[in-house]
């Protein structure tokens, strides 16, 4: 057990909807990242807060968005969802950027 | 620009024998590198990473990973093949010494034969 909580597990939805995706890191851990793995396109980087602050963006769409909250949860948002946004999408925790990282279990997205 | 290319998507080895994963790396500036490994329906683990101190880094689980700069590869070895080894495994670059904008390589499975 990594420590880092996501939920939910499992997560099945139509195309067009909108879900949210709830990550809770280490306790002590200011950043959080967000990650997709799909059989298409491998792992992705998406984003990264740090404090309650975006660091650093990588291959996330204008369909999604995150933000990470006072109490240093995050949520991932995705938005006119897709069949190809289907995927695990992975939230990882760390102390700081250079800190051993610590992923979650993931949440399965379905879009049917 | 970065990039990292795993050679072979599927490796089997026997129990008890020489575990090597290639991985070649693209980067435009000084890389940092990192082995991950994947269990069945679980998220990432971070077996080891290289930020420019030493060119053979020592992770956990008896991997170890050296960087050669003049062959650009970052490939992950471990003496002896345990059944617990079998995993996905994957090698990452990133532009600074953090997780930031990490780049994946598509991973290695590799199947560990009693």
């Known amino acids: 057990d990594s420590g880092v909580t996501q939920t939910p597990k499992h997560l099945i939805t139509a195309t067009g909807q909108r879900v949210t995706l709830r990550c809770s890191p280490r306790?002590?851990?200011?950043?959080v990242y967000w990650y997709q793995q799909s059989l298409d396109q491998g792992l992705q980087f998406l984003i990264q807060?740090?404090?309650?602050?975006?660091?650093a963006k990588g291959n996330i769409l204008e369909r999604f968005s995150a933000q990470q909250f006072p109490d240093l949860h995050s949520e991932l948002n995705l938005s006119s969802l897709e069949l190809g946004d289907s995927a695990l999408y992975f939230c990882a925790s760390s102390e700081d950027n250079t800190d051993t990282q610590y992923f979650g279990p993931g949440t399965r997205l379905t879009v049917l | 620009a970065q990039s990292v290319t795993q050679l072979g998507s599927h490796v089997s080895v026997s129990e008890g024998a020489l575990v090597l994963l290639r991985c070649n790396y693209s980067s435009s500036v000084p890389p940092y590198l990192f082995w991950y490994v994947q269990y069945p329906n679980q998220g990432l683990q971070l077996l080891l990473k290289y930020t420019s101190a030493a060119t053979l880094v020592k992770g956990i689980n008896g991997f170890e990973a050296e960087f050669k700069k003049s062959e650009t590869s970052f490939h992950l070895t471990k003496p002896s093949a345990h059944m617990r080894d079998a995993a996905e495994y994957f090698c990452a670059v990133s532009p600074s010494g953090g997780y930031q904008k990490v780049t994946f390589g598509i991973g290695t499975k590799l199947q560990v034969i009693p």
């Open positions: 306790s002590g851990d200011l950043s």
């Open positions: 807060y740090y404090n309650g602050e975006e660091r």
